[in-house]
């Protein structure tokens, strides 16, 4: 399970943006972002959606098995 979350962390060090700013693209707290990151709780459908669209900016073929999923 840590490997599917550095791998998150990856993705969002690798375009250059820290927790607070993705959690503003997603709509949660810099907090909230921090404890799905981690693990605590889980991204939902929605949130795993707008993280994907806003790599794809980056990394157009990435997709959501990419960043989530082994």
Known sequence: ?????????GYRV?????????GEILGISKQGYSNKERGVNKFNDS??????EY?????PNISIDDIFFS
Do not use: C, P, R
């Open 1 to 9: 399970m840590k490997n599917k979350l550095n791998k998150v962390a």
């Open 47 to 52: 949130e795993k959606k707008k993280f994907k």
């Open 55 to 59: 790599i794809s900016n980056f990394l």
């Open 14 to 22: 690798m375009i250059g943006l820290n927790q607070t700013e993705m």
